[in-house]
């Protein structure tokens, strides 16, 4: 299953918003078979290792079949998994993690086995699931999971007063942060961010083709047609969001370059709840928010963040006018403040890279 769940991570950044799958066909002691889903649409892996096991030449019947995801059991792009794995005569199939639909979750246990098929499930069941964590919170809930990403010195702070934040961590640091971008489905930021900034948005590293939408906060339509989101090679994937009410040959400027949404407003600003459920109407997954503090803010605030990825470099800026991770009005007391669990340290070069689940999710 270890192996099964390595070929599943080859999916990074490919599969969505189909969730990462890997499979192995083992018949004896070898494995004849092996596969992961590659792309949305395509071959499941279980058909994968079914395939690379007939080209080989082996006879599958009387195999046993390794999985990190409970086979598919209705029709969708694909036809379903099961019946692959009944006509090919496997005998055994191991799983990781159920399927986290609840139209689905255990259909293809009970299809498999009134076919006569032995069915072993929760192998490194925790695994799985984490691996496929923006899925399973998208296809329960309708939205995407949210992951606040920020690089920040020890004392929290992301840029000075003057906004001057290039490079507050080092090198491994920044890679790691292009690393996750590869994994998400879309980058969130504020107008701030673009105005004082002017970032591109985009995953440095190859990744077949950049697919990663831009989204930017923007209530009253102020990002500059001149800014790289707007005006690079990459402008189809921006979208900017706007509140309703927005001067309108400002909105109207940008819907000739990307694609603009106006959305609902709340005390002057963007309803983040009602753009995650637009958004995850629209199969983004996992989403994450790069912003500056206070759009940072708005989403802790609202309840709306369901991991953090905080990168830590040895500097300390200090200065109460400097910019910290997270604005806002802040937690009254400490009960209301967030709660991390699943905390995970990392060391990158001279810096730390912590993650952790916001509790309540």
């Not at 018949?27 to 071959?43: D, E, F, L, N, T």
């Not at 029709?75 to 998994?81: N, S």
């Not at 929290?156 to 790691?176: F, L, N, Y």
């Not at 708005?298 to 109460?320: C, D, H, I, M, T």
Request: charged residues 25%.
């Amino acid at each position: 299953m270890r192996e099964a769940l390595a070929l599943a991570r080859k999916g990074y950044g490919l599969t969505s918003p189909n969730p990462m799958v890997g499979a192995l066909l083992v018949k004896g002691s070898v494995v004849i078979g092996q596969g992961w889903h590659r792309c949305a649409g395509g071959p499941h892996a279980e058909i994968n290792a079914l395939n690379q096991a007939q080209r080989r030449d082996y006879n599958v019947k009387g195999s046993t079949l390794y999985v990190t995801l409970e086979p598919c059991s209705t029709t969708g792009k694909t036809p379903p998994c099961t019946e692959a794995i009944i006509a090919a005569g496997i005998v055994r199939v191991v799983v990781a993690a159920k399927d986290p639909n609840p139209a689905h979750a255990g259909r293809a246990f009970r299809v498999l086995r009134r076919s006569g098929i032995e069915v072993v499930k929760n192998i490194l069941a925790d695994e799985a699931m984490e691996l496929n964590a923006a899925f399973n919170h998208w296809i329960v809930n309708g939205t995407p999971m949210v992951t606040v990403k920020a690089a920040m010195t020890l004392d929290g702070k992301i840029a000075t007063e003057h906004g001057e934040s290039k490079w507050i961590t080092g090198e491994a640091a920044r890679r790691e942060g292009m690393h996750l971008r590869k994994g998400a489905d879309a980058i969130l930021v504020g107008i701030e961010t673009i105005l004082a900034d002017d970032p591109s948005l985009t995953v440095r590293a190859s990744r077949g083709g950049d697919r990663l939408r831009r989204i930017i906060l923007d209530s009253k339509a102020r990002t500059p047609v001149t800014a790289n989101v707007v005006s690079d090679e990459h402008a189809a994937l921006t979208t900017v969001v706007v509140a309703k009410g927005a001067p309108a040959r400002r909105v109207m400027a940008l819907r000739k370059r990307v694609n603009v949404i106006e959305a609902p407003a709340r005390k002057g600003r963007v309803d983040l709840r009602w753009l995650l459920k637009r958004l995850g109407r629209e199969e983004v997954t996992d989403l994450l928010v790069e912003g500056g503090g206070e759009v940072n803010a708005s989403f802790f605030e609202n309840n709306l963040v369901q991991r953090v990825a905080f990168f830590y470099a040895p500097k300390v800026l200090g200065g109460k006018h400097a910019r910290p991770v997270v604005g806002g009005k802040g937690a009254a007391n400490l009960k209301q403040a967030p709660k991390l669990t699943n905390v995970q340290w990392r060391r990158l070069g001279p810096d730390l890279l912590l993650t952790a689940r916001v509790a309540g999710d």
